[in-house]
């Protein structure tokens, strides 16, 4: 009776449901839909080989040739199989002279960036106040090589360089998937694209800019696939 009641007591405490490892899992009531979980089916442990966990080129700079002057070489689930259920990711970001990785969050994981070439500023901004007058903070700090700065899981972030050379930094995740979500890309590049009266509404501006910037090219996710190299 004991361990009847204590093993009912604690289950709630015990009990949670997993992160996500990908936008959202549309429950099926279908034993044979198994190809969509939340993260990636395991493959056989008697077919796995070495190559499974193991992937090259990641010592090549990326081109940092567009609007943005970086790019994100990511080493996520989808490039290494073998991080699959590891609950780890990393990604190497290059930056011209200027270039800017831009505000962007990561849904599904906290990020530690460490500075390799360069000097970069940095920062992360937090989440609205419980008082509506309170502005959001920014924690910012401008890094050298061999800093490392930490950005928490689903706050906006972002790596200027304003140096005169290239840089480079290297960013580890907690999730295989930890999700890109490029803010001015997001806002103004969507498909279909958001109602230009309700964003020039929300920012303050006129709906000519916000028609202009949906215009404009947006880039994917601003990411390098290893593969392709």
């Given at each position: 009776?004991?361990?009847?009641?204590?093993?009912?007591?604690?289950?709630?405490?015990?009990?949670?449901?997993?992160?996500?490892?990908?936008?959202?899992?549309?429950?099926?009531?279908?034993?044979?839909?198994?190809?969509?979980?939340?993260?990636?089916?395991?493959k056989d442990p008697k077919t796995v080989m070495s190559d499974d966990f193991f992937i090259s080129g990641?010592?090549?700079?990326?081109?940092?040739?567009?609007?943005?002057?970086?790019?994100?070489?990511?080493?996520?689930?989808?490039?290494?199989?073998?991080?699959?259920?590891?609950?780890?990711?990393?990604?190497?970001?290059?930056?011209?002279?200027?270039?800017?990785?831009?505000?962007?969050?990561?849904?599904?994981?906290?990020?530690?960036?460490?500075?390799?070439?360069?000097?970069?500023?940095?920062?992360?901004?937090?989440?609205?106040?419980?008082?509506?007058?309170?502005?959001?903070?920014?924690?910012?700090?401008?890094?050298?090589?061999?800093?490392?700065?930490?950005?928490?899981?689903?706050?906006?972030?972002?790596?200027?360089?304003?140096?005169?050379?290239?840089?480079?930094?290297?960013?580890?995740?907690?999730?295989?998937?930890?999700?890109?979500?490029?803010?001015?890309?997001?806002?103004?590049?969507?498909?279909?694209?958001?109602?230009?009266?309700?964003?020039?509404?929300?920012?303050?501006?006129?709906?000519?800019?916000?028609?202009?910037?949906?215009?404009?090219?947006?880039?994917?996710?601003?990411?390098?696939?290893?593969?392709?190299?």
């Amino acid at each position: 009776m004991f361990i009847a009641i204590l093993a009912v007591g604690s289950s709630p405490a015990d009990a949670y449901d997993p992160d996500q490892l990908q936008d959202f899992c549309v429950a099926v009531n279908d034993s044979k839909a198994a190809v969509f979980v939340n993260g990636k089916i395991c493959k056989d442990p008697k077919t796995v080989m070495s190559d499974d966990f193991f992937i090259s080129g990641f010592n090549r700079p990326g081109n940092t040739s567009n609007p943005f002057g970086s790019r994100v070489t990511h080493v996520f689930v989808d490039e290494l199989a073998g991080l699959n259920t590891l609950g780890i990711s990393i990604a190497r970001i290059d930056f011209a002279p200027n270039g800017v990785n831009p505000p962007h969050e990561h849904p599904r994981a906290s990020e530690v960036l460490v500075v390799l070439e360069g000097t970069l500023y940095v920062g992360f901004i937090t989440t609205n106040p419980p008082n509506p007058n309170d502005k959001n903070k920014l924690f910012a700090k401008i890094l050298q090589p061999g800093d490392v700065f930490v950005f928490p899981k689903g706050l906006i972030h972002f790596q200027y360089n304003f140096g005169k050379t290239s840089a480079v930094a290297i960013a580890s995740f907690n999730s295989q998937n930890p999700g890109i979500m490029t803010i001015p890309k997001a806002v103004f590049g969507s498909e279909p694209p958001v109602r230009a009266d309700v964003l020039a509404k929300s920012f303050h501006v006129g709906e000519n800019l916000v028609e202009y910037l949906q215009s404009l090219p947006w880039m994917g996710n601003n990411a390098l696939d290893l593969h392709r190299i």
